[in-house]
Structure formats: structure tokens, C-alpha cells
């Protein structure tokens, strides 16, 4: 069974899927998007990590997120011929589509900034989207929610890339254009 952002409640999304690294789908193998059927593999693999990344960067709104992913995801099917395997691989060029968008989103007029009661709304009560459904996971998840708000965009972009869509540092640096040791 399948999990989407678009069926699923974004609280237990974000920690009930678990990703496999490398990818091993045909589209990422041969690392080229060509057809319909690749985007729809590439989709498959990566939408909900995207989604994941999205929601926290842009804050924990679910609508918002979904809409953004899509977008992500178009944009990569229209630009798909500056894709160059040689420079990165299809997953980061794709978390780098999905970083700029969000670059976007903030650098656009009056972007919405949300509320700890907006961010309640959004997520619910029962569930976080960083853990499960356990009391404590629950005040932990508040916790971690209310830190990443305090650091800076560049930080909270590390931190969620790393410890919340697990990727590698070189991953994270290829991804937003630093050295290793600027991660």
C-alpha cells in the first residue's frame, strides 16, 4: 500500500515511509527522463520525500506542500532536457528543483508565515508529522517543531534534509551548491 500526500494524513506521513537508497527504479537506473513513464516512476519514488521537505520548509502546510511537490515535479518534466547525469544525480537535480521552488515561495510577495496554531491545524493533534503517535513522541515533535523555527532558512534546510529526508552530506551539499564541510 501505497502512502501519497494527496490520500494521506501529512501527520504519519512523514515518518510512516521508509526510503531505500539508492532508488531502484527503471528511471532511476538508467538515470534519464525521456517519457511519461519515467516521470511517473520518478514520481513514485520521490514524491513523498519531496512532499516531506516542502511541508517542513515551508510551514506545515499541508495544501501548500502538495501543491508545491506538483509543480516540482512539472517543472522537472518541462526542463528535463538540462538534466545532466554527469553533474548530479536524478534525485538531487529533482531536491534542487524542489529548493529553488521553495526559494521561491519565500522571495514571493507577502508569503504566509504560520502560526504555532496554524502549524496545530495543519498537523492535528493526535499526530506529528516527525514521529509517531506515542505521548512522548508527541511532546518531543512539538519540541523539535518549535526549535527548527528558530534557526535561520540555510540551517533549517540542513536539518531537514538530513535528519528528516535522510540524505547524505555530500547529497545535502551537492543540493545546495556548498562544500562538504560547509554541511
Same mark, same amino acid.
Given at each position: 500500500?501505497?502512502?501519497?500526500?494527496?490520500?494521506?494524513? *501529512?501527520?504519519?506521513?512523514?515518518?510512516?515511509?521508509?526510503?531505500?537508497?539508492?532508488?531502484?527504479?527503471? $528511471?532511476?537506473?538508467?538515470?534519464?527522463? &525521456? $517519457?511519461?513513464?519515467?516521470?511517473?516512476?520518478?514520481?513514485?519514488?520521490?514524491?513523498?520525500?519531496?512532499?516531506?521537505?516542502?511541508?517542513?520548509?515551508?510551514?506545515?502546510?499541508?495544501?501548500?506542500? &502538495?501543491?508545491?511537490?506538483?509543480?516540482?515535479?512539472?517543472?522537472?518534466?518541462?526542463?528535463?532536457?538540462?538534466?545532466?547525469?554527469?553533474?548530479?544525480?536524478?534525485?538531487?537535480?529533482? #531536491?534542487?528543483?524542489?529548493?529553488?521552488?521553495?526559494? !521561491? #515561495?519565500?522571495?514571493? *510577495?507577502? *508569503?504566509?508565515? %504560520?502560526?504555532?496554531?496554524?502549524?496545530?491545524?495543519?498537523?492535528?493533534?493526535?499526530? $506529528? *508529522?516527525?514521529?509517531?503517535?506515542?505521548?512522548?513522541?508527541?511532546?518531543?515533535?512539538?519540541? %523539535?517543531?518549535?526549535?527548527?523555527?528558530?534557526?535561520?532558512? !540555510?540551517?533549517?534546510?540542513?536539518?531537514?534534509?538530513? #535528519?528528516?529526508?535522510?540524505?547524505?552530506?555530500?547529497?545535502?551539499?551537492?543540493?545546495?551548491?556548498?562544500?562538504? $564541510?560547509?554541511?
Amino acid at each position: 500500500h501505497t502512502h501519497t500526500p494527496w490520500t494521506s494524513n *501529512p501527520k504519519s506521513l512523514l515518518m510512516n515511509v521508509t526510503f531505500c537508497w539508492p532508488l531502484r527504479t527503471e $528511471t532511476m537506473k538508467k538515470q534519464m527522463l &525521456e $517519457t511519461k513513464e519515467d516521470l511517473s516512476g520518478l514520481f513514485d519514488h520521490l514524491h513523498i520525500s519531496i512532499f516531506r521537505y516542502i511541508f517542513v520548509r515551508t510551514g506545515y502546510n499541508r495544501e501548500r506542500a &502538495e501543491d508545491m511537490t506538483q509543480n516540482v515535479f512539472l517543472k522537472a518534466w518541462e526542463k528535463r532536457e538540462q538534466y545532466d547525469c554527469r553533474r548530479s544525480s536524478l534525485r538531487n537535480w529533482i #531536491y534542487a528543483i524542489a529548493r529553488n521552488h521553495v526559494i !521561491d #515561495y519565500y522571495r514571493s *510577495p507577502k *508569503p504566509q508565515i %504560520v502560526s504555532d496554531g496554524d502549524y496545530e491545524e495543519s498537523v492535528g493533534e493526535e499526530e $506529528t *508529522p516527525l514521529l509517531d503517535n506515542s505521548m512522548d513522541n508527541s511532546m518531543l515533535a512539538g519540541t %523539535v517543531m518549535k526549535e527548527l523555527k528558530t534557526l535561520d532558512q !540555510d540551517d533549517r534546510e540542513v536539518i531537514t534534509l538530513r #535528519y528528516i529526508n535522510e540524505m547524505s552530506i555530500k547529497d545535502i551539499a551537492e543540493i545546495i551548491n556548498k562544500s562538504n $564541510t560547509a554541511t
